[in-house]
């Protein structure tokens, strides 16, 4: 059974950091991209940013609102996705799914199992 | 970046109505548009990907089309267990863009 389990989130100042892991199993992880996306409360969703498998070099794509800021990385010998944010702003508010991607063909690059989320609030 | 407006944002209907939703892309995104169902509380759930796949284990009353820059997401007959929010999500480019959603409730 393919799981995703994120865990880290909590409250955090504006201007501060905090890290997202994304611990994965039912599948060969090392195969996959895989992506962050996040949902504001109440409102919709927003793609946060993909990083790519070890023969795409684990090469990653931002979105622009968090491009500089925010880091994503993997650890394949671990089955372990991770976000690191910082300098948090109160926008940033919202609930972090972990996702992986279906397959690297453009066609199905959809996410395809999703975490259950991680709540991370940027307040004072 | 791709908009993607979703049209209409609330709909209310009846078991068993026949119900479409529309996703129209700023710019050409030829057939890469998926279309994913969320419940209170839920992660999204992936229903059609390349605007006409069916996601494994997804009832054949969902239906997805279109290309270029306008797609529809129909059921069938609507059931119980559709009362949900759906979004439509480009495939085609970075960064990749949702719609606003469509939350379908009941009449």
């Known amino acids: 059974e393919v799981q995703l389990v994120e865990s880290g989130g909590g409250l955090v100042q504006p201007g501060g950091s905090l890290g997202l892991s994304c611990a994965v199993s039912?599948?060969?992880?090392?195969?996959?991209?895989m992506d962050w996306v996040r949902q504001t409360p109440g409102k919709g969703l927003e793609w946060v940013g993909r990083?790519?498998?070890?023969?795409?070099?684990?090469?990653?794509e931002y979105a622009a609102s968090v491009k500089g800021r925010f880091t994503i990385s993997r650890d394949d010998s671990k089955n372990s996705l991770y976000l690191q944010m910082n300098g948090l702003q109160t926008d940033d508010t919202a609930v972090y799914y972990c996702?992986?991607?279906?397959?690297?063909?453009?066609?199905?690059?959809?996410?395809?199992?999703w975490g259950q989320g991680a709540l991370v609030t940027v307040s004072s | 970046d791709i908009q993607l407006t979703q049209s209409p944002s609330f709909l209310s209907a009846s078991v068993g109505d026949r119900v479409t939703i529309t996703c129209r892309a700023s710019?050409?995104?030829?057939?890469?548009l998926a279309w994913y169902q969320q419940k209170p509380g839920k992660a999204p759930k992936l229903l059609i990907y390349?605007?006409?796949s069916w996601q494994s284990g997804v009832p054949s009353r969902f239906s997805g089309s279109g290309s270029g820059t306008e797609f529809t997401l129909t059921i069938s007959s609507l059931q119980p267990e559709d009362f949900a929010t759906y979004y439509c999500?480009?495939?085609?480019?970075?960064?990749?863009?949702f719609g606003g959603g469509t939350k379908v409730e009941i009449k």
């Open positions: 710019q050409g995104i030829s057939n890469y």
């Open positions: 996702a992986r991607v279906a397959d690297n063909s453009w066609s199905r690059t959809v996410d395809d199992y």
């Open positions: 039912g599948f060969i992880f090392s195969d996959h991209y």
């Open positions: 390349a605007a006409s």
């Open positions: 990083i790519r498998n070890k023969a795409n070099t684990y090469t990653t």
């Open positions: 999500q480009q495939h085609n480019s970075y960064p990749l863009t």
